[in-house]
């Protein structure tokens, strides 16, 4: 079975940093470009960025460059994404998605069980 | 960076009736690469269309994609009670891949 799996719920305080992660099974996690998105509470969805394992290019959105690192290590199926100064405004679910088609640009057909990050003093 | 508009923002059906969901983009998206998703509460999202028109694998085919360049539309022919919640429009002919902001499908 293909499944993304994501790390657990967190809290965390501002100005803290955090790495999530998602690990990928049942495929081959190198031929496929992962994403992230985040839903904030009460919201749509936003496109963070994208990694391609097999070669780590990263794709970022204007609106998160600088403020997160996508990452992936091939050798254990998984991808990150990481802050390294939390904010409260960065309390969201965020979702790791696969693109449908190994190698090039496609929706997402694999979405992980997504992880909810909350960032409170 | 390409943005997506969606309409209606809510739209009120009962069982049995045909939805009509629009998604405009502010400039042409290639190939027309334009998918859509369903999102339940507490749920991951779930790809319906892609290529503006190509259902995904298990998804009943009262669920329809069409439109090209700016305008999409997504059809569902005849409202079960399962399909009511939130949809969303994605381009991911341009980096960044926005979504639209969602069109929440609710009971009359």
């Known amino acids: 079975e293909v499944q993304l799996v994501q790390s657990g719920a967190e809290v965390k305080k501002p100005g803290e940093s955090l790495k999530i992660s998602c690990k990928g099974s049942?495929?081959?996690?190198?031929?496929?470009?992962i994403g992230w998105v985040r839903q904030m509470p009460g919201k749509g969805l936003e496109w963070m960025g994208i990694?391609?394992?097999?070669?780590?290019?990263?794709r970022y959105s204007p609106s998160f460059q600088g403020r997160v690192t996508i990452s992936a290590d091939k050798s254990i199926s998984t991808a990150y994404l990481q802050w390294s100064s939390l904010k409260a405004s960065d309390t969201a679910m965020y979702y790791c998605?696969?693109?449908?088609?190994?190698?090039?640009?496609?929706?997402?057909?694999?979405w992980g069980q997504g992880t909810m990050v909350t960032v409170s003093s | 960076e390409i943005e997506l508009t969606q309409s209606p923002g809510t739209l009120s059906l009962s069982p049995g009736e045909r939805a009509t969901l629009s998604c405009r983009a502010s400039?042409?998206?290639?190939?027309?690469?334009l998918a859509w998703y369903q999102q339940k509460p507490g749920q991951a999202p779930r790809r319906l269309i892609s290529g503006a028109s190509s259902r995904a694998t298990g998804i009943p085919d009262r669920f329809s994609g069409s439109g090209s360049g700016t305008d999409f539309t997504l059809t569902i022919s005849r409202l079960e009670p399962e399909d009511f919640a939130v949809y969303y429009c994605q381009q991911y002919g341009s980096s960044p891949h926005t979504f639209g902001q969602g069109t929440k499908l609710e009971i009359k």
């Open positions: 049942g495929y081959s996690f190198i031929s496929y470009w």
């Open positions: 990694i391609y394992p097999g070669d780590s290019d990263t």
């Open positions: 400039q042409s998206v290639r190939s027309s690469f």
């Open positions: 998605a696969r693109m449908a088609v190994a190698g090039g640009t496609d929706a997402f057909d694999i």
